[in-house]
């Protein structure tokens, strides 16, 4: 009896040729995917192509050895993407083989990397895949079916692919996070403020609303651009100290040439990974960091760690968390990090007390005590 899949071969390699793309493998399928979506895939600088690679060399390094299922949906750029996954791993030494067209089920073949592409193989087989890598795209834009997902990758420019979410039992050590987020904001620090600069006045304001103390040494963890830095440095005062970490070196190098770095030490850092010892701060300001963070207790705890007892985080977003959901396209979510009981939890197992949580539409706000 023939096998359902299509084995695939290695082919020549998909790299680049004089600095831009080769044509799709043959084994690529097309089908679903967009015009676009093709032509910036055959057309791409080798830093883009560069891009691809990492993100591509980590997705196969996610992936459990032997016998596995991967379903790649999203928008119409599921099939190329499947496609050149399966091309990067048949390279790497692993066998790939794809469902032909029209099978109804799927059967596992023994070592070997099943692929398949697109929406509408969800249900092929139910609840088997043992992967499923979700494409957020200006088609497919985040959603509520990304919670069930295990790899996200925003593939909004799809010559510039990044990693924005996985699940733990594949992260590892979690060591995608800090490239992933660096390939993501750096492209965009440049305009970042021309996006979100009206937002400076709900920093300031959420900094007064802490009554951040004069003399006080604040930690903006996740500072980004600096918004909450000339805030943070008018509260404590010519006798108190500002330092301000981020984990890209373009949103910092913002916050220096806009001048809000100004009496503040700026540091590229990994807020999970603090460079400082014992507790200094007196109060730690994080603002979209927390809902990011692939292991938000650790980080949470990595934050108590160098705030002294009785210190105070904030936590804070500009825009509430309904606002935010709809945004994006999706629905807010109990289990999420920022949800008032799931918050609760984590904050008191990190050493943290929940002072105050409030999450309107027009902001989030929530300050824990330090225990």
Not at 52 to 58: C, E, P, T
Not at 266 to 278: K, Y
Not at 337 to 357: I, Q
């Amino acid at each position: 009896m023939s096998s359902p899949y299509s084995q695939i071969s290695p082919t020549a390699d998909p790299g680049t040729a004089g600095g831009r793309w080769s044509a799709p493998p043959r084994f690529c399928i097309i089908g679903g995917m967009t015009s676009d979506a093709l032509a910036a895939l055959e057309s791409m600088t080798e830093q883009q192509a560069g891009r691809w690679r990492d993100v591509l060399d980590r997705v196969a390094g996610m992936l459990p050895d032997g016998t596995v299922c991967v379903l790649v949906e999203g928008g119409g750029h599921a099939g190329a993407v499947a496609a050149r996954l399966a091309d990067h791993l048949t390279a790497a030494g692993r066998r790939c083989v794809r469902p032909r067209d029209g099978d109804p089920e799927i059967t596992r073949e023994p070592g070997a990397v099943a692929i398949g592409a697109g929406t509408g193989e969800r249900a092929r087989p139910p609840g088997e895949w043992d992967v499923v890598i979700r494409l957020r795209t200006r088609h497919a834009p985040e959603a509520d079916t990304e919670q069930v997902a295990d790899i996200v990758i925003d593939l909004n420019d799809t010559r510039w692919p990044v990693i924005r979410r996985v699940v733990p039992r594949l992260a590892g050590h979690d060591d995608w996070y800090v490239a992933e987020s660096r390939a993501f904001f750096a492209p965009r620090a440049a305009t970042w403020d021309a996006r979100f600069g009206d937002d400076m006045p709900a920093y300031a304001a959420a900094v007064g609303e802490a009554a951040v103390p004069p003399g006080a040494t604040v930690l903006d963890a996740g500072c980004g651009t600096g918004r909450a830095l000339p805030a943070l440095r008018a509260a404590v005062g010519p006798t108190g100290r500002v330092f301000g970490v981020d984990v890209t070196p373009e949103m910092l190098a913002v916050a220096r040439t806009t001048g809000r770095a100004h009496r503040a030490t700026l540091l590229v850092a990994d807020a999970r990974r603090l460079p400082f010892t014992g507790t200094r701060f007196d109060a730690v300001f994080a603002a979209g960091l927390v809902q990011h963070l692939p292991d938000p207790a650790a980080g949470l705890a990595e934050l108590a760690r160098v705030t002294r007892p009785g210190g105070e985080l904030i936590v804070f977003h500009p825009s509430g968390r309904a606002a935010l959901a709809a945004r994006h396209g999706r629905t807010p979510r109990p289990d999420e990090p920022l949800a008032e009981t799931r918050l609760v939890r984590l904050l008191a197992s990190t050493g943290w007390h929940l002072k105050r949580y409030d999450d309107a539409d027009h902001r989030f706000f929530a300050l824990a005590v330090r225990r």
